[in-house]
């Protein structure tokens, strides 16, 4: 189904750019897109992150700035913050961080030294860059130590994260990251956290949605900080947000400004506000729940076809495959998905013997096909279209992707998503 053009300002001003976000437009729709760390934002939230808000400076904090003219900032920003506080169920919230990784280098400004160790789960194994893991600053920076999966389960060992944090005695320890198929124990890594002295952040990244609908456990009040973007299955802007007890407000707001950023960018910060009012509603609840359903009806199908999914399933908006014994590499297998209009993300799987770049496993879920409606009945035919692109990724088979993609965008075309133009 064609798209509608759009924009008629940029059109007009820059044809260019206004056909190749026209393109975008058109991909979205017509693709199935698994990858578990996007989303579609809703109409509401799309407007509010493209309005006059971004023509302003607002260093500072609302009744606190270092430039006049901020009358309507400063509400947009208690408004945020405000609604993060309700929603999250913490004392306080920050909603400045450009993104996930500047909002978790500020935890590192607010409460470690350089040099200081801090734990997190390793890359490879499920983790985030900016846990402490080497090529990024944070493991520059700081002493990274990290922690895995057990090889038999694909779970975390919660006896080997309290034997290294009691050794090494890091100043902080992360829990969640960005290839996690399983429920966090927030009250497990606490009770280590406490017991070794350090700050426990919680990466809520991925599964911030879930929290706010009440489909996965909340890490309050387990976790001293609670680090998360805004723009996963929490269906807002590109942005994140740090959030504490009262007893780190001042350290954590600190290290955003002036400590690693200059001006919010404000336009974001009315977007999230959207977002979380649109979270706090009924039907949110309802899509929290309908993402894990969605998930665990794939990770079924998948496992009926013979996929080998990393820890047997899943709890949440996530799956991780493991296509070893399917002979395809992760990468050639997500680039004939893409052909076939199935839009995934190679990934190491734990204890990869392959590179990062070419790694054995691909990564999906489910936040993006639950925005635009589709159910549980929905799941055999996606894991079908993911088995046969995997099968034509193994035999060459260019007609059979070009035969699922011409597939796909017929489901897709009968379920609208949300923020793409329509007639
Ligand atoms: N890039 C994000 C993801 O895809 O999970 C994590 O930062």
Redesign the pocket.
Known sequence: MTLPLSHPALSATDPEIAALVGAEEQLQADTLRL???ENYVSQAVLEASGTVLQNKYSEGYAGRRYYEGQQNIDQVELLATTRAKTLFGVEHANVQPYS??PANLAVYLAFAEPGDTVMGMALPMGG?LTHGWGVSATGKWFRGVQYGVRPDTGLIDFDEVRELALKERPKLIFCGG?ALPRTIDFAAFAEIARESGAVLVADI??IAGLIAGGAHPSPVPHADVISTTTHKTLRGPRGAMLMSREEHARAIDKAVFPGLQGGPHNQTTAAVAVALHEAAQPSFRDYAHAVVANAEALAEALLARGFDLVSGGTDNHLILMDLTPKDVPGKVAAKALDRAGIVV?YNTVPYDPRKPFDPSGVRIGTPSLTSRGLGTEHMPAVAGWIDRGVTAARTGDEEALTAIRAEVADLMAAFPAPGLPTD
């Open positions: 990858i578990p760390s996930g990784s985030h960005t990244a991925h993300n």
